[in-house]
Protein backbone atom coordinates (compact mmCIF):
# COMPACT_ATOMS: atom_id res chain seq x y z
CA UNK A 1 0.00 0.00 0.00
CA UNK A 2 1.08 3.73 -0.78
CA UNK A 3 0.97 6.33 1.94
CA UNK A 4 1.56 10.35 0.88
CA UNK A 5 2.87 12.60 3.98
CA UNK A 6 2.56 16.13 3.85
CA UNK A 7 4.34 17.42 7.15
CA UNK A 8 2.80 21.15 6.79
CA UNK A 9 -0.58 21.51 8.09
CA UNK A 10 -0.49 25.13 7.66
CA UNK A 11 1.48 28.04 5.97
CA UNK A 12 1.01 31.34 5.44
CA UNK A 13 2.99 33.74 3.01
CA UNK A 14 2.50 37.22 1.68
CA UNK A 15 1.21 38.04 -1.52
CA UNK A 16 3.81 37.82 -4.21
CA UNK A 17 6.42 35.70 -2.36
CA UNK A 18 7.05 32.27 -2.78
CA UNK A 19 6.16 29.20 -1.48
CA UNK A 20 6.99 25.71 -1.07
CA UNK A 21 5.00 22.53 -0.17
CA UNK A 22 5.90 19.78 0.84
CA UNK A 23 4.89 15.76 0.24
CA UNK A 24 6.83 12.51 0.66
CA UNK A 25 5.07 9.31 0.25
CA UNK A 26 6.42 5.89 0.36
CA UNK A 27 5.75 2.37 -2.40
CA UNK A 28 7.19 -0.28 -4.10
CA UNK A 29 6.05 1.06 -7.26
CA UNK A 30 7.76 1.80 -10.13
CA UNK A 31 5.08 2.93 -12.39
CA UNK A 32 3.10 6.13 -10.84
CA UNK A 33 1.99 9.14 -11.39
CA UNK A 34 2.04 12.22 -8.72
CA UNK A 35 -0.31 15.04 -8.32
CA UNK A 36 -1.04 18.48 -6.71
CA UNK A 37 -4.57 19.45 -5.99
CA UNK A 38 -5.94 22.49 -5.15
CA UNK A 39 -9.31 22.42 -2.91
CA UNK A 40 -10.81 26.25 -2.43
CA UNK A 41 -13.30 27.09 -0.03
CA UNK A 42 -15.88 26.07 -2.62
CA UNK A 43 -14.88 23.01 -1.87
CA UNK A 44 -13.84 21.67 -5.61
CA UNK A 45 -10.76 19.92 -6.40
CA UNK A 46 -9.10 21.70 -8.95
CA UNK A 47 -6.08 19.52 -10.48
CA UNK A 48 -3.02 21.83 -10.38
CA UNK A 49 0.32 19.90 -12.01
CA UNK A 50 1.01 16.31 -12.62
CA UNK A 51 4.03 14.35 -12.81
CA UNK A 52 4.82 10.95 -14.36
CA UNK A 53 7.86 8.64 -12.65
CA UNK A 54 9.14 8.43 -15.43
CA UNK A 55 10.12 11.25 -16.42
CA UNK A 56 13.25 13.00 -15.04
CA UNK A 57 11.72 16.65 -15.84
CA UNK A 58 10.21 18.40 -13.64
CA UNK A 59 6.55 19.59 -14.44
CA UNK A 60 5.49 23.12 -14.46
CA UNK A 61 2.58 25.35 -15.19
CA UNK A 62 2.74 28.87 -15.53
CA UNK A 63 3.47 29.68 -11.71
CA UNK A 64 3.31 26.15 -10.33
CA UNK A 65 6.32 23.76 -10.29
CA UNK A 66 7.33 21.03 -8.89
CA UNK A 67 10.75 19.64 -7.24
CA UNK A 68 10.67 15.77 -8.08
CA UNK A 69 13.05 13.60 -6.09
CA UNK A 70 12.41 10.24 -7.40
CA UNK A 71 14.84 8.20 -4.89
CA UNK A 72 14.16 10.06 -2.43
CA UNK A 73 10.07 9.88 -2.48
CA UNK A 74 9.59 13.67 -2.53
CA UNK A 75 7.33 15.77 -4.37
CA UNK A 76 7.48 19.38 -3.30
CA UNK A 77 5.05 22.23 -4.94
CA UNK A 78 6.94 25.57 -5.46
CA UNK A 79 4.24 28.15 -6.06
CA UNK A 80 5.88 31.77 -7.74
CA UNK A 81 4.70 35.21 -7.07
CA UNK A 82 1.90 34.15 -5.00
CA UNK A 83 -1.78 35.44 -5.31
CA UNK A 84 -4.53 36.08 -2.51
CA UNK A 85 -6.41 33.20 -5.32
CA UNK A 86 -4.15 30.84 -4.26
CA UNK A 87 -5.44 30.75 -0.49
CA UNK A 88 -6.86 27.00 -0.33
CA UNK A 89 -6.25 23.58 0.70
CA UNK A 90 -3.34 21.71 -1.27
CA UNK A 91 -3.31 17.79 -1.76
CA UNK A 92 -0.61 15.90 -3.27
CA UNK A 93 -1.63 12.72 -4.18
CA UNK A 94 -0.14 9.30 -5.69
CA UNK A 95 -1.35 7.05 -8.84
CA UNK A 96 -0.25 3.82 -9.14
CA UNK A 97 -0.35 2.63 -13.17
CA UNK A 98 -1.90 -1.14 -13.57
CA UNK A 99 0.42 -1.29 -16.16
CA UNK A 100 2.87 0.50 -18.09
CA UNK A 101 1.53 0.24 -21.23
CA UNK A 102 -1.86 -0.48 -21.31
CA UNK A 103 -3.23 2.49 -18.95
CA UNK A 104 -5.75 2.11 -16.61
CA UNK A 105 -5.46 3.04 -12.83
CA UNK A 106 -6.62 2.25 -9.35
CA UNK A 107 -7.74 5.29 -7.29
CA UNK A 108 -5.65 8.66 -5.71
CA UNK A 109 -3.83 7.72 -2.45
CA UNK A 110 -4.16 11.48 -0.64
CA UNK A 111 -1.98 13.52 2.00
CA UNK A 112 -3.95 15.42 4.21
CA UNK A 113 -3.33 18.44 3.21
CA UNK A 114 -1.60 21.77 3.71
CA UNK A 115 -4.07 24.87 4.47
CA UNK A 116 -1.97 27.52 2.34
CA UNK A 117 -3.43 31.10 3.10
CA UNK A 118 -2.07 33.78 1.27
CA UNK A 119 -2.11 37.53 3.28
CA UNK A 120 -2.59 40.45 1.16
CA UNK B 1 -20.77 22.35 -21.12
CA UNK B 2 -18.25 19.15 -20.43
CA UNK B 3 -18.23 17.99 -16.89
CA UNK B 4 -18.99 16.26 -13.63
CA UNK B 5 -22.39 17.04 -11.57
CA UNK B 6 -23.16 15.53 -8.35
CA UNK B 7 -26.33 15.80 -6.56
CA UNK B 8 -27.77 17.18 -4.35
CA UNK B 9 -25.43 19.32 -3.02
CA UNK B 10 -26.82 18.95 0.30
CA UNK B 11 -28.30 15.57 1.75
CA UNK B 12 -30.06 14.59 5.19
CA UNK B 13 -30.12 11.09 6.19
CA UNK B 14 -31.97 9.32 9.19
CA UNK B 15 -30.97 6.76 11.07
CA UNK B 16 -31.25 3.32 9.61
CA UNK B 17 -32.08 5.14 5.85
CA UNK B 18 -30.23 4.08 2.71
CA UNK B 19 -29.37 7.46 0.68
CA UNK B 20 -28.10 7.44 -2.99
CA UNK B 21 -26.00 10.50 -3.80
CA UNK B 22 -26.06 10.72 -7.91
CA UNK B 23 -23.02 11.28 -10.12
CA UNK B 24 -23.25 12.14 -14.04
CA UNK B 25 -20.09 12.52 -16.76
CA UNK B 26 -20.66 13.72 -19.99
CA UNK B 27 -16.88 14.08 -20.72
CA UNK B 28 -17.04 10.29 -21.94
CA UNK B 29 -14.86 8.73 -19.56
CA UNK B 30 -14.53 5.39 -19.12
CA UNK B 31 -13.09 5.18 -15.50
CA UNK B 32 -15.35 6.81 -12.79
CA UNK B 33 -14.71 6.75 -8.78
CA UNK B 34 -16.02 8.09 -5.65
CA UNK B 35 -14.04 9.38 -2.56
CA UNK B 36 -14.84 10.51 0.84
CA UNK B 37 -13.33 13.63 2.86
CA UNK B 38 -13.14 13.77 6.35
CA UNK B 39 -12.54 17.36 8.22
CA UNK B 40 -9.26 18.02 8.48
CA UNK B 41 -8.14 14.87 5.95
CA UNK B 42 -7.21 14.15 2.96
CA UNK B 43 -9.90 12.01 0.40
CA UNK B 44 -10.24 8.40 0.67
CA UNK B 45 -11.30 6.23 -2.01
CA UNK B 46 -14.83 4.51 -1.75
CA UNK B 47 -15.54 2.56 -5.00
CA UNK B 48 -13.98 3.00 -8.49
CA UNK B 49 -14.96 1.27 -11.76
CA UNK B 50 -13.10 1.25 -14.98
CA UNK B 51 -15.69 0.13 -17.46
CA UNK B 52 -19.67 -0.15 -17.37
CA UNK B 53 -21.40 -2.91 -15.54
CA UNK B 54 -17.97 -3.96 -13.06
CA UNK B 55 -16.51 -1.76 -10.37
CA UNK B 56 -13.84 -2.56 -7.40
CA UNK B 57 -14.06 -1.59 -3.96
CA UNK B 58 -11.46 1.00 -2.74
CA UNK B 59 -9.88 1.29 1.00
CA UNK B 60 -13.05 2.59 3.00
CA UNK B 61 -16.34 0.03 1.07
CA UNK B 62 -17.78 -1.40 3.73
CA UNK B 63 -21.30 0.33 4.14
CA UNK B 64 -21.33 1.76 1.40
CA UNK B 65 -22.64 -0.06 -2.35
CA UNK B 66 -22.23 1.10 -6.22
CA UNK B 67 -23.42 0.22 -9.73
CA UNK B 68 -22.55 1.42 -13.36
CA UNK B 69 -25.07 0.68 -15.63
CA UNK B 70 -24.37 3.35 -17.89
CA UNK B 71 -21.02 4.99 -18.75
CA UNK B 72 -21.78 8.57 -17.86
CA UNK B 73 -23.30 7.69 -14.36
CA UNK B 74 -22.02 6.38 -11.04
CA UNK B 75 -24.33 6.16 -8.38
CA UNK B 76 -23.20 5.81 -4.94
CA UNK B 77 -25.77 4.48 -1.65
CA UNK B 78 -24.78 5.12 1.31
CA UNK B 79 -26.40 2.07 3.28
CA UNK B 80 -27.76 1.96 7.50
CA UNK B 81 -24.57 -0.33 8.03
CA UNK B 82 -22.47 2.90 7.34
CA UNK B 83 -22.23 3.62 11.02
CA UNK B 84 -20.36 7.52 10.48
CA UNK B 85 -21.61 8.77 7.18
CA UNK B 86 -21.31 12.27 7.91
CA UNK B 87 -18.75 13.59 5.27
CA UNK B 88 -18.25 15.25 1.48
CA UNK B 89 -18.43 13.07 -0.83
CA UNK B 90 -16.28 13.76 -3.72
CA UNK B 91 -16.92 11.72 -7.18
CA UNK B 92 -14.33 12.10 -10.09
CA UNK B 93 -13.98 10.37 -13.65
CA UNK B 94 -11.03 9.67 -15.37
CA UNK B 95 -9.95 7.92 -19.49
CA UNK B 96 -8.70 5.19 -19.79
CA UNK B 97 -5.17 4.36 -21.73
CA UNK B 98 -1.73 6.04 -21.56
CA UNK B 99 -0.96 8.78 -20.03
CA UNK B 100 -4.94 9.89 -19.50
CA UNK B 101 -5.67 8.97 -16.07
CA UNK B 102 -5.74 12.50 -14.39
CA UNK B 103 -8.58 12.67 -12.02
CA UNK B 104 -11.40 15.25 -12.80
CA UNK B 105 -13.97 15.87 -10.03
CA UNK B 106 -17.44 17.13 -9.05
CA UNK B 107 -18.30 19.68 -6.89
CA UNK B 108 -19.36 17.40 -4.12
CA UNK B 109 -21.98 16.02 -2.11
CA UNK B 110 -22.65 17.05 1.98
CA UNK B 111 -23.71 14.47 3.62
CA UNK B 112 -25.41 14.80 7.36
CA UNK B 113 -26.65 12.59 9.81
CA UNK B 114 -30.56 13.60 11.71
Known amino acids: AQTVTQSQPEMSVQEAETVTLSCTYDTSENNYYLFWYKQPPSRQMILVIRQEAYKQQNATENRFSVNFQKAAKSFSLKISDSQLGDTAMYFCAFMKLQSYSGGGADGLTFGKGTHLIIQP | DGGITQSPKYLFRKEGQNVTLSCEQNLNHDAMYWYRQDPGQGLRLIYY???????QKGDIAEGYSVSREKKESFPLTVTSAQKNPTAFYLC?????????????FGPGTRLLVL
Open chain 2, 49 to 55: SQIVNDF
Open chain 2, 92 to 104: ASSEWGPYQETQY
